[in-house]
Every structure is written in structure tokens, then in C-alpha cells.
């Protein structure tokens, strides 16, 4: 593993290179790049936090526990809730802060904050040619050029090397509390569809949950004017039970310690249901039915699983490849269209391809 | 402003390329010199330059067959939504097409438990709320302009406005669309699901002011309506103290929809055009929030109480509906008003929200030193500023003082640790600005994304990038091999 110390080190580097590199921070999701392994967690550092404006800079290579831990002293968060996929991938090592971006990594707030891309502001990065490149800032409204911050985020080291990101974070909220009863997907749409700002919606461990946060007199009266319009029974979880729950969602904790392949699938809320009879498989619902975790043992049915959302409209990922065949590539193929712009876009920014093998 | 000469060759051929769409898009073609002033501008009024025919398509089919024609021909096509652009986005040079989505405005399917629509992006930013309130949803970002402007220049521009502070600017509330490319091939890129994984192409598109393809259907993300909002009108006589004081509020863990700023030039300027009833003094906010009437009740007196702690002259909440509307008539009216004033140049520069007070104060010194006057609007809770330069574009040259304050204050914009623009888009108006906010190598690779989506170049190629560092491109030549470094700074 090589360790790079700084972004001039970095652009050298690649700018005189021809093999492949495997580039992450703290390679805890797991990847199989091909090329020799190159670290970025040397490029640590808070380097600017302004909690008066929401916004937060930081080298790529900053673990995000320092980064939650500092937005903590001052009562803030990454909203976007991202997932720690250790648990799940079994794997160790520090996830940073530019693993996160650069795999638009998002949790069960996502489906009404927005993802990491709608937090990213601003980010630095080497290109393959060995160019250093800045887009966006610190600043929570820009359009001035392309956004290349959008880009760079999700896009798995395919493109460059992510430097320094600069994030809009979040005041935590005062109080949260979590609705626990029955009536899955069509239940949460109906929740996220009424007033009550729901911040969670998700099917695990047999039971549905709807999270609300804000100020306490305001989750009192959302809590009990929620539960009115849905009907049913709901248990109502507080404080740090209620806090555990979604980080067992975000983390997808009932797949810990279980075998086989997980697919991260993208689908049309209303169509989660439809996809869960067609596979059958144990399943974690988030997004209000817009995630889909399946856990699929034996060969992970990878030809069905892609064929359903092919139908259903989305996108399966295989996050943890368990008895899928080395073949099957872990990303749903792209339409040709969009294949071919991906395709330009990598030439582009890595015209030798030396991140070809990332993802 | 310079734009380029235009291509002789394809002016020469004007009948052939008219003949040619005519004969692909029958009754949607229009080159009578007459008709086509329509199409010789749009917001940024001070630049004018009829096109050379324009087209307005009516389905999907029909815009990516007048791709083909003038990616055969070599002909520079202009997307163009409503016009409503203030930053010359939509402005034509000789040489060009516009295509219009102006007959594309339908909704082509509501989905309320996904919480989703597809439209035709000639739509109007206020008829998608439109299509969907009755049901008790609603569009979240609204430009000042939304009345007028249309869903395709939103994308384009990545447009906001001012309850963004909470829900957004258009790329956080779309989800999919649908572009045909210079060379006519239609493309789809996302739907109605969350966050594709590969290259963010949805992204990259929203905010390329139509330089990278015509957007001609789009997913968009709809929201249920809060239950109710009431806004707070908070008076200061300072605008540093009324800036602090936004702060106060953000750091405060309170997320106001909205936090909308007027200083007194603007203040004047509004109460004589609209009578709202502002009191008078150097600064006043607006405050909003949302939810029941407990809710806003709880909300209203937190933020009350840190607006005392700054020694307001006025703290004033509105007591029901007709109330919050007369604390939002003068916001929404102000630039009517400035408009009553003089002729006015709007900028967009963004700001950390902490640089608020210098920023206003060197904008006063700024403007003083060229003797003009710049009123102050804007979405404070973003920092996104909208200093208004007044100027009289009869007297000589008036408007080359004011683009040249207007390029001043940008500047400072980004020495403070902002942006050019934040809503409006770079355009013509900013294009030259660019080398002010980004090093060779930053822009190198912005346009390196253009080279990808059109590689001829032909797409509203005289926009965003300074011309000089575009030209080999728009000239048709190889693109330059970027050099050197970019600053530090982020
Ligand atoms: C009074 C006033 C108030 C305003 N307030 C706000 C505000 O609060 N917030 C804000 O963000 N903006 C504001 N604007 C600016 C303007 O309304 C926005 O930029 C708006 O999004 C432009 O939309 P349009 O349909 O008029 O686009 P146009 O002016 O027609 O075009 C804008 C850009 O979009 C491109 N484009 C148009 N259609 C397409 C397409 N189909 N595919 C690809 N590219 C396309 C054009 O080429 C051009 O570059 C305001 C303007 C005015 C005049």
C-alpha cells in the first residue's frame, strides 16, 4: 500500500504514471480495484470549520469519526446519515471523509435531506493526467461553471483522486423519535406524503418505523398527529433507543454476520413490494421503499435480481459479492447512451486508465 | 461584451437550413426577421441579436430531428426555455438556432405515493405546483421568476430561490430527464429512484446552462405542503447587526424556510412602489417558517427571543394571512420597484453567511467611489446576494460603469470566500469573470465535460467559459492540453 502525504506528491505521481492504481481511503467498503494499492488517508485535516455558516472543509483522507466528532462538539451532523459499511462487509480500517463523497455514501435521511452529493459543496482532486482541479467552494449556492463537485461525488475514483471536500452540514435536532408498528411501503408513502416532515421510513426486522426529529413541542404534536392519520398501533421509541434503530437501518445490521451476496438495490418506492414477492429474499427496506437491501444466498440469483429491476425500473449493486460469479460486474449495465458519455467522461479525466479498475 | 463573429458559411446557407428544418418540423419554424425580434434576447435586455431562424418543437422526436439538421449543417443551436435568464443564457448570435421548448408543457405523469412527476420541461415553474396542489403537494424550488420561467432554463441554470434555504435549488429536487445531444440522439439519465450508482450524469447536466444537451423531459421530486407558514419581519439599524443576527438564528439549530434581507436603499425603494408598510431603518429580515400553527407558534418565539438579543427596531409577526402577505409583498415587489428606480443590473454573488457585514460595507464603498447606487435583496440565509446596481442607460457610458462596479463586487464575492453566482448562471454576463473564481486547469476541465457531450462545440458555445479560453474549441481545432496549477483556495 502506498501512502500519499500531499496533493503536489499526488499529482507527481500520477501525472507520470501508466499501470493501474487502486485508489480509497480507508477501504472499508471492501473494493477489489485492480493495480497497486494507493491510500489518500494521508490527506487529513479539518481545514476549515465554520458552524455560524453550516459548512465544513476537510482533507479527503480525514476519518469521518473526527469529522463527526468535531460537528458533534458543536451540536451539528453530516444530515445525509452515512452508513459505516464495516458491519456489513466485514471488513476494518477508518472510513474518511472522501471515501464517503467519492461513494456518495447516504443513510435513512436521504430520502427527504438528499444524499452526500446534495452536501458536497466543494471538492478538490487529481485528475489521471496528473492535473489538479478545484470546483465548487464553501458556499451553499453556487452554479458558477459545471458542477463537478456532482460528478466527483459517486463517482468511485474513476475520475480522480479526491483531495479536499467542503460539506453544508446540519444543526442535530432537539429531539427525535422513532413510530415502530405494521403496514410497510404503503404505510410509509403515506407518511412522507402527509405534512409531518418524517425524516426516516423504513421496513426492518419485520417492522415499520417512521422517525421524526425537530424541536421537542413540535415532535410531540407531529408524533401524535401522524400516528392519527395512519391508524394502527405504533410504539413510540425515544432518545437513544430510537437513535439505535436507525443506525441498525443505516448500517443494515440484521445482514451482520450472515452469509451471502447483498444487493443494494434503487427502485421505485411504489415497485419495492413487487420486487420483494418477485425474489422472496430476506430483505431491509429503506426510503420509504426506494432502498432495497437483499440478502441472497447460493449463487445471489444475480441474472433475476438484475432482471427485476430491469422491469421494475432502478438499479441493483452488488455491495457484498457472496456467491455471485466473479463475472457479473457489480454495477447494473448502463443504457448505451449513458454508457457512452461515462465512457467519455473517463477518457477524459483518465485518458491512460489508470482508475480503470475502480468502482 | 464581445461575441463571437458569426460563421459567414452558415449564414450563407441560412435558406438551405430554414428549407431543411421546415421540411422536418412542418409549422414549428420561424425565420421572418419580424417574428424572429421575439427570440433577440431574454432578461439581460442590454444585449440583443436576432437568430438566424427558431424552432419550436413539439415533442421529443421533433427536437432531436432539428438536432441532426443542424449538427449536419454546423449550425449553433440556443436552447431556450421562457427567457427569462439574467444573465444572457438564452441570448442568440447571428449564426444560431433557437430551439424553444416554449409547445412542450405537458405533465405526463403525477405519482403521489412515489411523490414524483414527469413533465415537458416547457413548463412553467408555477404550473407544476400548479398540477399537483389540489392533491396537497407542491414544487419546491421558486424563483422570483416563476410565474414566467420554465422547468428546461431551472435545469439549465440550476435555479433557486427563496425557499431554498430549506428544500433546495433545482438539483436537489431532480431526479431524472430526458436530453436529446447536438447529434440528435435522445438520451434517459435517472427516474423516479434515488441515486443511480455510476458517474452523477444527472448532476453534471443540471447547471450547464444548455451547453451540454436539450432537456425535454424531466422527474422531478414533489413535496407534500406544510401544513401552514408564517413569516416575522425583523427591523435593524445596522446591516451588520441584521447579518449577525442571521447567523445567530442558523447557528441556533433553527431552520427557517427562508431568510430574505432588504437594506434600506431597497427598502425605500419598495415601500414608495408597494406601500407594504416597512419601517424604516438600514436593514430588515423576513423570517419564515412552517408547520401547524403550534409549530410555528414554538419556532416564532426561539427565534424572537435571539432577534431581541440583538436590539431590534422592529420585531413584527404576522398576526394571520393577510398580514404574512403584506410582509411578503414588498420582498416579492423589490425588483418591480428597483425597476420604477432606473435600470438596473442584478447580480448573485455568494458569500459565507459570516462575511455578510464586510461584504455589504465594501459594497457601499465600491459603489460610493463610482458614484451609482446599489440596493441590497437577497436570500441571507444562503448568502446568496443579489446587489442591485441602479444606473441610467441613456447617459453615456452609465452601463460600462455599472458592469464595471458589478465585476468589482463579484470579485469580492469571491475574495470573501464565495462565488460568482448562485442562482443565475454565468451566461454572457459572467463569462469573463471566470478567471476570477477558477485557475487554467479548473476551467480546462469543465470544458473537457462540454468536449464529451458536443464535441463540435455547437451548443450555446459563446456561453460560461471566457472566450478566449474557448475559442481553439469553438473554432473546430483539437482542445488545448491544459498547463499549470490552480490556487489553493476552495
Ligand atoms: C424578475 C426575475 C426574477 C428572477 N428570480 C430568480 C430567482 O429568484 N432565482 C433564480 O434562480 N433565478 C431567477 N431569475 C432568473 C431566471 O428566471 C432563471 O434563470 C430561470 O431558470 C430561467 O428560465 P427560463 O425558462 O426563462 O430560461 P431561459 O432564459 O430561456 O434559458 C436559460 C438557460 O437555459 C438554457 N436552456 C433553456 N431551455 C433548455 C433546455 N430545454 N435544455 C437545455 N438548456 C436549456 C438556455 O440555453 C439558457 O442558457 C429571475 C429572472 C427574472 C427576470
Known amino acids: 500500500m502506498r501512502e500519499i502525504g500531499s496533493e503536489e506528491e499526488l499529482a507527481e505521481l500520477l501525472a507520470g504514471r501508466n499501470a493501474p492504481l487502486s485508489v480509497g481511503g480507508g477501504f472499508t467498503r471492501g473494493m477489489t480495484g485492480e493495480g497497486e494499492r494507493l491510500s489518500a488517508a494521508g490527506l487529513t485535516g479539518i481545514r476549515l470549520y465554520e458552524p455560524g455558516a453550516l459548512t465544513l472543509v476537510a482533507g479527503a483522507g480525514t476519518p469521518l469519526a473526527e469529522v463527526e466528532a468535531a460537528l458533534a462538539a458543536e451540536g451539528q451532523r453530516l444530515a445525509f446519515e452515512p452508513m459505516d459499511h464495516r458491519g456489513l462487509l466485514g471488513t476494518s480500517g477508518q472510513p474518511t471523509i472522501g471515501g464517503v463523497v467519492a461513494g456518495n455514501v447516504s443513510g435513512p435521511r436521504r430520502v427527504v435531506a438528499g444524499a452526500a452529493r446534495d452536501f458536497c459543496l466543494g471538492v478538490r482532486f487529481v485528475d489521471g493526467r496528473g492535473h489538479v482541479v478545484k470546483n465548487g467552494g464553501r458556499v451553499m449556492k453556487n452554479v458558477t461553471g459545471y458542477d463537478l463537485v456532482k460528478l466527483m461525488a459517486g463517482s468511485r475514483g474513476r475520475l480522480g483522486v479526491i483531495t479536499e471536500v467542503s460539506l453544508k452540514v446540519l444543526p442535530v435536532p432537539e429531539t427525535e423519535v422513532t413510530l415502530a408498528g405494521e403496514g410497510g411501503v404503503p404505510v ?123 422491469r421494475l425500473g432502478g438499479h441493483a449493486t452488488l455491495v457484498r459479492r457472496g456467491g455471485v460469479p466473479a463475472g457479473v460486474p457489480a454495477l447494473q449495465p448502463e443504457p448505451a447512451g449513458v454508457a457512452r458519455l461515462t465512457g467519455g467522461l473517463t477518457r477524459a479525466f483518465d485518458p491512460r486508465g489508470i482508475f480503470a479498475g475502480a468502482g | 461584451m464581445q461575441m463571437p463573429v458569426p460563421d459567414a458559411a452558415v449564414l450563407a446557407k441560412t435558406a438551405q437550413v430554414v428549407a431543411r428544418l421546415e421540411a422536418a418540423l412542418p409549422g414549428a419554424v420561424i425565420s421572418d426577421p419580424v417574428e424572429l425580434r421575439a427570440y433577440e434576447c431574454d432578461a439581460l435586455t442590454a444585449y440583443r441579436c436576432p437568430p438566424l431562424a427558431a424552432v419550436l418543437p413539439r415533442t421529443t422526436a421533433e427536437v432531436a430531428a432539428a438536432m441532426r439538421i443542424c449538427s449536419e449543417e454546423g449550425v449553433p443551436v440556443v436552447p431556450r426555455g421562457a427567457g427569462t435568464s439574467l444573465a444572457g443564457g438564452s441570448l442568440p448570435t447571428a449564426d444560431s438556432v433557437i430551439l424553444g421548448l416554449a409547445r412542450m408543457t405537458r405533465v405526463l405523469e403525477v405519482d403521489y405515493a412515489d411523490r414524483v412527476i414527469r413533465l415537458e420541461t416547457g413548463r412553467t415553474n408555477l404550473s407544476v405546483t400548479g398540477a399537483v396542489e389540489e392533491a396537497g403537494f407542491f414544487y419546491a424550488p421558486d424563483p422570483s421568476s416563476q410565474l414566467a420561467c420554465a422547468i428546461a432554463g431551472n435545469i439549465a441554470m440550476n435555479s433557486g430561490g427563496a425557499h431554498c434555504l430549506k428544500y433546495g ?119 419564515e417558517v412552517e408547520g ?116 468589482e463586487i463579484l470579485t469580492l464575492c469571491v475574495e470573501a470566500g464565495g462565488c460568482l453566482t448562485g442562482e443565475h448562471g454565468v451566461g454572457v454576463e459572467k463569462r469573463d469573470l471566470m478567471a476570477v473564481q477558477y485557475g487554467e486547469a479548473d476551467l480546462e476541465a469543465q470544458m473537457a465535460v462540454k468536449d464529451v457531450f458536443d464535441p463540435h462545440w455547437l451548443l450555446n458555445p459563446a456561453k460560461v467559459f471566457p472566450l478566449g479560453a474557448s475559442e481553439r474549441r469553438r473554432q473546430g481545432g483539437q482542445p488545448p492540453v491544459a498547463v499549470g496549477d490552480s490556487p489553493r483556495d476552495i
Open chain 2, 169 to 287: 435549488v433545482t438539483t436537489n429536487n431532480l431526479l431524472g430527464l430526458t436530453m436529446v445531444t447536438m447529434e440528435g440522439e435522445v438520451v434517459e439519465i435517472g427516474g423516479p429512484w434515488m441515486d443511480a450508482p455510476g458517474l452523477d450524469l444527472l448532476g453534471v447536466i443540471c447547471g450547464s446552462e444548455g451547453q451540454l444537451g436539450v432537456v425535454t423531459e424531466a422527474w422531478l421530486r414533489i413535496l407534500p405542503k406544510p401544513e401552514g407558514a408564517r413569516p416575522v419581519l425583523i427591523g435593524f439599524d445596522s446591516s451588520e447587526t441584521a447579518g449577525a443576527c442571521v447567523s445567530a438564528i442558523i447557528r441556533a439549530g433553527l431552520l427557517p424556510v427562508a431568510i430574505e434581507f432588504m437594506d434600506r436603499p431597497c427598502i425605500e425603494a419598495t415601500e414608495a412602489f408597494s406601500g407594504a408598510g416597512y419601517p424604516m431603518c438600514e436593514a430588515l429580515l423576513i423570517v
Open chain 2, 292 to 407: 401547524s400553527p403550534a409549530e410555528i407558534d414554538a419556532q416564532l418565539a426561539r427565534i424572537g427571543a435571539i432577534a431581541r438579543s440583538f436590539d431590534p427596531v422592529e420585531l413584527r409577526e404576522a398576526a394571520d394571512a393577510d398580514e404574512a402577505a403584506r410582509i411578503w409583498m414588498g420582498r416579492k415587489s423589490a425588483f418591480g420597484a428597483m425597476g420604477q428606480m432606473g435600470d438596473y443590473i442584478c447580480l448573485d454573488g455568494t458569500i459565507p453567511v459570516s462575511e455578510l457585514p464586510m461584504v455589504l460595507r465594501r459594497i457601499g464603498e465600491l459603489a460610493a467611489a463610482r458614484g451609482l447606487k446599489v440596493a441590497n435583496v437577497f436570500h441571507a440565509g444562503d448568502g446568496n446576494m443579489h446587489p442591485l446596481i441602479i444606473f441610467d442607460a441613456n447617459a453615456p457610458g452609465q452601463l460600462e460603469e455599472a458592469e464595471a462596479l458589478g465585476a
Open chain 1, 188 to 310: 410509509l408513502a403515506a407518511a412522507l406524503g402527509s405534512p409531518f416532515e418524517v425524516t426516516g421510513a423504513a421496513v426492518s426486522g419485520g417492522r415499520t418505523l417512521i422517525r421524526l426529529e425537530g424541536l421537542a413541542e413540535s415532535v410531540a404534536y407531529r408524533q401524535g398527529a401522524l400516528a392519527a392519520r395512519l391508524g394502527g398501533d405504533w410504539e413510540v421509541l425515544e432518545g437513544e433507543a430510537s437513535a439505535a434503530l436507525w443506525r441498525g437501518v443505516r448500517d443494515v445490521a440484521p445482514f451482520h454476520g450472515k452469509e451471502g451476496a447483498v444487493w443494494r438495490v434503487a427502485v421505485r418506492p411504489g415497485r419495492a413490494p413487487e420486487l420483494l414477492e418477485a425474489l422472496g429474499e430476506e430483505a431491509v427496506v429503506d426510503w420509504g421503499g426506494g432502498l432495497v437491501w437483499l440478502l441472497v444466498g447460493g449463487d445471489g440469483r444475480a441474472e433475476e435480481v438484475r432482471a427485476a429491476v430491469e
